[in-house]
């Protein structure tokens, strides 16, 4: 328990050392105390132009690799796989293709764009389940039909955008996943819907520690399995298609934190994976947002370009440290 406490406390402090210096940060120059007049002297004017450039879009960030890093550790829970992420099961890309559908093809409900991902996650996870069933949801073919739909989700995008090519103004970034769009409006409308899926996650924590055991262990234990699995798959595509309708197609957020997580606590229990999740995936997604617009100003590269560097050289670490635990 105190391991728990210890490294959740030290990655919250170094969350919010990276969201100020994201406040501070920038082709704008600002000083500390420019940052500290956005708390307490909200409507002067170094505060008011930090307020409207850059508070709103760490914010953002924060929010969507929580929500990210939280569908990823359900799903893993879930699926009993490592692996299982939310783009790569296609939850994620369901969400993005009905958004670059609206974003391409309608551009006059583009206010709708948080409804939009919401109900294409939730419609990949329904053709997710049904292509899995037989007579049980089995976490295999759970895995096999989110490869198979996220391929195909891919597939349209990239259709879409070969015949739409004279509309890509904002949608590149999109498909790439970035905060440099987002503005006061995203936030406003995104905000219940980040609240609703953190909250309801803890929720389920003792539920996906049963289930993690196997099926017929929760089963033995009068637990409803395919119950529980669809109301987690359910509480999963609502955090990841809240974050795609205002970060676009981040990848690795979901699959990489789950894993810090994992082995800074070296437990196995939902609720300090969860709540380091979060604070891993708002982290990482907050630094990569940073990268993007610092390291190359005054241009700015997608954060998600930095999330898929770093999930790379990641996972590539992990292998290297397999082999040598092998040999």
């Excluded at 604070?279 to 617009?293: F, H, K, M, Q, S």
Aim: charged letters at 10%; a neutral charge; one cysteine or more.
């Amino acid at each position: 328990m105190k391991r728990i406490l210890t490294v959740t406390f030290l990655m919250t402090g170094v969350m919010i050392f990276t969201f100020l210096l994201s406040l501070k940060c920038g082709v704008l120059t600002a000083s500390w105390h420019d940052v500290w007049l956005i708390f307490t002297a909200p409507e002067t004017f170094p505060a008011f132009i930090l307020r409207e450039l850059r508070l709103v879009r760490a914010v953002l960030a924060l929010l969507s690799g929580a929500a990210l890093a939280v569908s990823g550790t359900i799903l893993q829970k879930v699926l009993h796989n490592d692996l299982a992420s939310p783009d790569i099961l296609g939850v994620s890309g369901g969400a993005g293709c009905a958004g670059l559908t609206l974003m391409l093809l309608c551009p006059q409900y583009s206010a709708f764009l948080n409804t939009a991902t919401f109900a294409g996650a939730m419609f990949s996870a329904v053709l997710i389940a049904l292509a899995a069933w037989k007579r049980t949801l089995s976490p295999i073919r759970l895995i096999l039909a989110g490869v198979a739909l996220s391929a195909l989700f891919s597939t349209a995008c990239g259709a879409m955008i070969l015949l739409n090519s004279d509309k890509l103004t904002g949608v590149m970034e999109f498909t790439l996943g970035g905060f440099s769009r987002c503005t006061m409006d995203d936030l406003n409308a995104a905000l219940p819907f980040f609240a609703a899926s953190l909250l309801l996650a803890p929720l389920l924590a003792t539920r996906l520690d049963v289930l993690s055991l196997g099926r017929d262990e929760a089963a033995a234990v009068g637990m409803p399995v395919e119950l529980n699995r669809l109301a987690a798959l359910a509480v999963a595509a609502l955090a990841a298609s809240t974050a795609v309708s205002v970060a676009g197609l981040l990848g690795f957020a979901g699959l990489i934190a789950p894993h810090i997580a994992g082995k800074l606590l070296n437990t196995r229990r939902t609720m300090p994976l969860l709540l380091l999740s979060a604070v891993t995936g708002a982290e990482i997604t907050l630094a990569a947002d940073l990268a993007g617009r610092t390291l190359f100003m005054p241009r700015e590269v997608p954060c998600g370009l930095f999330l898929s560097a770093f999930g790379a050289l990641f996972f590539l670490i992990l292998l290297l440290q397999e082999k040598e635990g092998e040999l």
